[in-house]
């Protein structure tokens, strides 16, 4: 069995590997959160930009949480392999982007005196909507971590950096830049927020990548065809965006596909709500109805009629779209990419943090749609499906959960909707004009099985 690492890479041409001297790259990039997310998107990047000529910077990921991921990616001395899947083409290629993996808590010194690096240009995040707030802890949140590197840049005399938030969260670079301050000042360092303010960019930013949990099964195939054992092995889809407002990184970015454009609001509230709020919708959809990949989901013919109504007739028309995007055609898109049968997308996997996610892709847009006064049917379905899978699902990951799960299981459905629509530590409440209809939904979830109440619509 011959696993990947530093030693014989290169050997493994079927995979792609790099060309370009992966020895000596000084770190331009400190990644917090070393998910498959980042590997198989961000890292995908500043894998071109390497592999062009136009960077020689590498990039350093951190996991927050658990050392497992970057323990795992450091006994392969950081290398690893992104299969691109459709149908039965697979395109592998071998990434050396990465040239460190760093769990925080234990490598805070080495982090803190790379962020005092003249080579480092850019901060880069991918964490769970829960990420974003600020502790009373040491360091024991993202916003407090990335003001004490800051801070040591600062004190280092250092020039600022592109600090870039890559999670689906709206105007996720002003979120993440008030809560930078919001923990710098913490701190009590003299000038510190002055200078945050004045030499860093917090860029809004938009991401799209479908990049699944990668499986044992997938690991061992892997190696069975392509004669070597990568334990950090992704699988994901050919396509992948990347939209940044403009800032210094587009120099280190350039010609990697990267969109640079003055207001990213308009693909940000695209993605957000075409595309994560119908992949939310399959994932309850589909734990309701007992499937398991979202690819089931979009597949079943009632399901997929569903969301192509959802996103057509009422997720498309709650906002204006960015010039030269037609937002139908946008969805229908999605609907193609998310039945790709390789990805293998749990619904499970998706359905998590739905207390967290809903508040950023269906509660807005259904206050929207209601105060330009146009149909909710779709909708009000969706966030009742929701509601349904709070009340009857026994595996429900949720930072809410336990708050909102006996409220859901009220058996009157207008209370029930009500109570937990209006729990106060959700971030964005639906508008009372919503609760009748989706009330009305939630009374058919529980009279009849969830396809049969999708046809009836």
Same mark, same amino acid.
């Given at each position: ?52 000529? @136009? ?25 690893? @392999? ?46 769970? &909507? ?29 020039? +600022? ?20 301050? &919001? ?53 994901? &889809? ?6 940044? &407002? ?9 010609? @990697? +596909? ?158 029930? @909707? ?40």
């Amino acid at each position: 069995m011959k696993h990947l690492n530093g030693s014989n890479f290169a050997t493994f041409t079927l995979a792609n590997p790099p060309t370009y001297d992966v020895s000596n790259l000084p770190i331009g990039v400190i990644h917090l959160g070393l998910g498959a997310f980042h590997r198989a998107h961000q890292a995908a990047y500043f894998e071109s930009a390497l592999r062009n000529g @136009t960077s020689k910077l590498a990039i350093a990921g951190v996991s927050q949480r658990s050392s497992d991921v970057a323990d795992l990616l450091a006994a392969q001395d950081c290398f690893y @392999t992104v299969n691109e899947r459709s149908g039965s083409e697979q395109s592998p290629k071998i990434f050396g982007a990465i040239r460190q993996a760093l769990f925080y808590p234990r490598d805070r010194a080495a982090l803190i005196a790379m962020s005092e690096s003249q080579a480092l240009t850019a901060i880069t995040i991918t964490a769970t &909507e829960k990420a974003y707030q600020v502790t009373d802890g040491h360091e024991s949140d993202l916003p407090s971590r990335i003001a004490a590197l800051l801070a040591a840049r600062f004190e280092a005399k250092r020039g +600022g950096l592109s600090i870039i938030s890559c999670d689906n969260l709206t105007s996720n670079g002003e979120l993440i830049k008030k809560l930078v301050l &919001e923990a710098s000042a913490k701190l009590d360092k003299h000038g510190l927020i002055n200078w945050i303010e004045r030499e860093n960019y917090f860029p809004n930013s938009m991401v799209d990548r479908i990049v699944p949990a990668i499986t044992a099964e997938r690991i061992d195939g892997f190696e069975a065809e392509f004669g070597y054992r990568d334990e950090s092995l992704l699988t994901t &889809e050919p396509f992948t965006q990347w939209a940044i &407002e403009n800032c210094p990184l587009s120099q280190t970015l350039a010609g @990697t +596909g990267v969109e640079f454009v003055d207001d990213v609001a308009g693909y940000e509230m695209t993605k957000i709500r075409i595309f994560n709020g119908a992949h939310s919708t399959i994932a309850y959809l589909g734990e309701l109805a007992g499937l398991k990949f979202i690819a089931d989901g979009i597949a079943n013919p009632a399901i997929n009629s569903f969301i192509a109504h959802l996103q057509e007739d009422e997720l498309a028309k709650s906002f204006t779209s960015p010039p030269g995007m037609d937002p139908i055609e946008y969805a229908k898109r999605i609907r193609k990419r998310i039945s790709n049968l390789n990805l293998r997308h749990r619904c499970q996997q998706i359905a998590m943090d739905g207390s967290l996610k809903l508040t950023q892709r269906l509660f807005p847009t259904i206050n929207d749609l209601l105060a330009k006064q146009l149909p909710t049917q779709y909708i009000a379905t969706a966030i009742a499906v929701w509601l349904r899978y709070l009340e009857i699902n026994d595996r429900i990951s949720d930072p809410l959960a336990a708050e909102l799960v006996p409220l859901a299981r009220n058996s009157d459905v207008a209370i029930a @909707t009500k109570s937990v629509l209006t729990h106060e530590k959700l971030l964005v409440k639906v508008n009372p004009g919503n609760f009748e209809a989706i009330a009305q939904a939630l009374e058919k979830l529980r009279s009849k099985p969830v396809l049969e109440v999708l046809t009836s619509l």
